[in-house]
């Protein structure tokens, strides 16, 4: 069950980019447009998405070996001294964290009553500032000793 959830919080991942490319390119490009149900309601898809992936997450860090128990296992003096331990334990969550907060924000710029340039604007602005949080934290296939594949039991 646990692999089966790992490779569905992966495969999220990618959901939770293109959408975030969609509503960044939307909302910088419809600013003069109205905010309509269309934003609304690929907001509310991202949102789902990353607060999906988040509780996933959750799960994972303190159910798998990575997280707490890694935590258990050596201490967080030393978890923080190794930059594969530090990544799981803080920067992974604590990242992903913020940028659904992030997200969760951008999303709720829709209920709020002000002109529609500048909830395009903001909201444009909330998610990239999200994009480039997941960017930083996601364990890309590159990256030495914290690298995942593309795309899962690949």
Do not use: C
Request: glycine share 8%; net charge positive; hydrophobic share 55%.
């Amino acid at each position: 069950m646990y692999q089966g959830l790992l490779h569905f919080h992966s495969l999220l991942r990618w959901i939770i980019l293109v959408l975030l490319v969609v509503n960044i390119i939307r909302h910088f490009t419809a600013s003069n447009n109205p905010f309509n149900s269309t934003d609304k309601k690929l907001g509310l898809f991202l949102m789902i998405a990353a607060h999906t992936t988040l509780l996933l997450g959750l799960y994972q860090w303190f159910t798998g070996d990575l997280g707490l128990h890694k935590i258990q296992e050596i201490g967080m003096a030393a978890a923080m001294k190794d930059s594969v331990h530090r990544f799981w334990i803080v920067e992974h969550i604590t990242g992903t964290i913020l940028a659904v907060l992030l997200i969760t924000i951008g999303r709720g710029v829709a209920k709020k009553s002000m002109p529609d340039a500048a909830k395009h604007k903001r909201s444009a602005i909330i998610y990239l500032i999200a994009l480039i949080i997941i960017l930083a934290v996601v364990p890309w296939p590159f990256r030495a000793g914290i690298g995942r594949p593309w795309f899962p039991g690949m």
